[in-house]
């Protein structure tokens, strides 16, 4: 993958002086092919965090690439690009006690992975109904597109997802509702200490 220098400023703890006595908060990652449900999940997922007090900041891939990663393309390296520019932004923000749900399809495992160790309180969470279900859902209209071979370099068709090999939640969203599927990530997030005391 992309080999990002780690700035010798930039450290897990954060600078001196932050407040020592703000917990990290999770960084819920939804990854999963286009289609998969990731931003309706996330769109649930945020309110629901947020009526249980905690502060929540949602980094969706769409929002971002037309932002922070504007003018990034689809090749791995700007993919990968793409996902360690969301791990550092959502790595500030969860050191400072910020919730952070990122949905975002980040395809390549090695790049989550890094995610995660920059990030710490990393919750990945697979979101993987079958392919055949994302291209019937076909929300944006792409997997059309991309199966006409319009659109080079897609994921799922033609360009590569890697899975979680051990997600600490996977969602099969062909079987749950949205409503289930945030249960879940809630669910997940209590068992680990992340929402507080109840
Ligand atoms: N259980 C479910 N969970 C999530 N989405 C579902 C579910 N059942 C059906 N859907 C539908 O599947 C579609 C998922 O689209 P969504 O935009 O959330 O995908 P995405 O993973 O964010 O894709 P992209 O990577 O292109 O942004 C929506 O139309 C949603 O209504
Ligand atoms: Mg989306």
């Not at 954060?14 to 917990?23: D, H, T």
């Not at 500030?92 to 990122?102: C, E, K, W, Y």
């Not at 929300?139 to 068709?157: D, H, M, N, Q, R």
């Not at 680990?192 to 005391?197: E, F, S, V």
Request: proline share 7%.
């Amino acid at each position: 993958m992309t080999n990002v220098a780690v700035d010798h400023e930039y450290t897990r703890e954060g600078p001196a002086g932050s407040p020592a006595s703000v917990r990290p908060a999770a960084v819920v990652w939804l990854t999963g092919l286009s289609g998969a449900g990731k931003s309706t999940i996330a769109d649930a997922l945020g309110p629901t965090l947020r009526a249980r007090g905690l502060a929540v900041e949602v980094l969706d891939g769409d929002v971002v690439r037309t932002h922070l990663s504007k003018g990034l393309g689809f090749s791995r390296e700007d993919r990968d690009l793409n996902v360690l520019r969301i791990a550092f932004v959502a790595h500030l923000l969860s050191r400072n006690g910020v919730t952070v749900v990122v949905s975002a399809i980040s395809p390549y495992r090695a790049a989550r992975e890094e995610a995660r160790r920059m990030i710490g309180a990393f919750v990945e969470v697979a979101v993987a109904p079958p392919l055949e279900a994302c291209i019937a859902r076909d929300p944006k209209g792409l997997y059309a597109k991309a199966l006409a071979g319009e659109i080079p370099a897609f994921t799922g068709v033609s360009d590569p997802y890697e899975p979680p090999l051990a997600p600490e939640v996977h969602l099969d969203t062909t079987q749950i509702d949205v409503q289930t599927a945030v249960d879940r990530i809630v669910l997940a997030l209590e068992e680990r200490g992340h929402l507080g005391a109840p």
